[in-house]
């Protein structure tokens, strides 16, 4: 079973990027999906939460309103757009899966590996 986390990379404040994470080896149509995020030096703490067929999520105080979650059950993927970008947003993006068909995400049972995101002043 693997999560594979891509479409990191830099860019300026303001500007946006799509984070996708895509799984394998087994389904996840029944599996609550999301997001974490480590910054350097600190915690990695919850981004944002999608449940099982997409009609709940759940946001972070700090991304409400600038990133979008998403899933295609089709491709077993889950996506993250994100918008009006800021330095603060800096760090290493985590997705995660788990054995809970709700949106809200304590204890993953699976983690991708982790794709960088740098927001430039």
């Known amino acids: 079973v693997q999560l594979q986390a891509s479409g990191g990379g830099l860019v300026q404040a303001g500007g946006s990027l799509r984070l996708s994470c895509a799984a394998s080896?087994?389904?996840?149509?029944?599996?609550?999906r999301g997001w974490f995020r480590q910054a350097p030096g600190k915690e990695r703490e919850f981004v944002v939460g999608?449940?099982?067929?997409?009609?709940?999520?759940v946001y972070a105080d700090s991304v409400k309103g600038r990133f979008t979650i998403s899933r295609d059950n089709a491709k077993n993927t889950v996506y993250l757009q994100m918008d009006s970008l800021k330095p603060e947003d800096t760090a290493v993006y985590y997705c995660?899966?788990?054995?809970?068909?709700?949106?809200?995400?304590?204890?993953?049972?699976?983690w991708g590996q982790g794709t960088h995101v740098t927001v430039s002043s």
């Open positions: 999608i449940n099982w067929n997409g009609a709940n999520t």
């Open positions: 995660a899966a788990h054995a809970s068909i709700g949106a809200t995400i304590t204890s993953p049972n699976y």
């Open positions: 080896g087994r389904a996840f149509s029944t599996y609550g």
